[in-house]
């Protein structure tokens, strides 16, 4: 059983950067992959990044890649989710989420932070 937490979100302009953190309480499995789900108004939750506990083996969805860069810091029990060049489509409520499918049927989420880009 992990609980995860995370923190971080805000307001942003367009193009600019802001930084998650999920914080990790319990010990992941080393099977386990560490994500990033969002959720944007009306619209259904949408992968976003994922990196794997064991090697650190990252995945994006197309639509943040060479934008967002996920990593962790495993003596911290921290993943985070760099966000740059920022625009109003990437809007949402972002979940950390843990499991063994790096892009869906996770099995623990986060409460969620709320990212809004706006000028």
């Known amino acids: 059983q992990i609980q995860l937490v995370e923190s971080g979100g805000g307001l942003v302009q367009p193009g600019g950067s802001l930084k998650l953190s999920c914080a990790i309480s319990?010990?992941?499995?080393?099977?386990?992959?560490l994500g990033w789900v969002r959720q944007a108004p009306g619209m259904e939750r949408e992968f976003v990044a994922s990196?794997?506990?064991?090697?650190?083996?990252?995945y994006y969805a197309d639509s943040v890649k060479g934008r967002f860069t996920v990593s962790k810091d495993n003596a911290k029990n921290t993943v985070y989710l760099q966000m740059n060049r920022l625009t109003a489509e990437d809007t949402a409520v972002y979940y950390c989420?843990?499991?063994?499918?790096?892009?869906?049927?996770?099995?623990?989420w986060g409460q969620g932070t709320q990212v809004t880009v706006s000028s």
């Open positions: 990196t794997r506990w064991r090697d650190s083996r990252t």
């Open positions: 319990g010990r992941p499995y080393s099977s386990y992959v």
């Open positions: 989420a843990a499991g063994i499918n790096p892009y869906s049927d996770w099995f623990y």
